[in-house]
């Protein structure tokens, strides 16, 4: 399983930004993906997650009502659709593969694959 996330960048508060998480090497029908950042001096942090399965979605309370995250099944990819940014939400984003998703989508040891961050620069 390999995941590559792209779509960073440096942008002002208040703009939007489009993460994707290209997958790939398995079929993922039953898979979870979710998303992850972490800013400097702090522990990796969850931010969103997908199952596959039955598309239910997971949003942590900072970014809930802002981000959307989504897949694309024709394209194998993940999106994450972060509006109203802020300088809080600069960090690397992450994502990874939980290939047996056991209804902890927001715990990071649930995920075995993932991928190298995107960095994320929110400007005040």
């Known amino acids: 399983v390999q995941l590559q996330a792209s779509g960073g960048g440096l942008v002002q508060a208040g703009d939007s930004l489009r993460l994707s998480c290209a997958y790939s090497g398995r079929t993922f029908s039953r898979y979870a993906v979710g998303w992850f950042r972490q800013a400097p001096g702090k522990d990796r942090e969850f931010v969103s997650a997908?199952?596959?399965?039955?598309?239910?979605?997971t949003y942590a309370d900072s970014v809930k009502g802002r981000f959307t995250i989504s897949r694309d099944s024709t394209k194998n990819t993940v999106d994450l659709l972060m509006n109203s940014l802020n300088p809080e939400d600069t960090a690397v984003y992450y994502c990874a593969a939980d290939l047996s998703p056991r209804g902890r989508p927001n715990l990071a040891a649930e995920y075995a694959n993932w991928g190298q961050g995107t960095q994320v620069t929110v400007s005040s």
């Open positions: 997908i199952n596959f399965s039955d598309s239910s979605t």
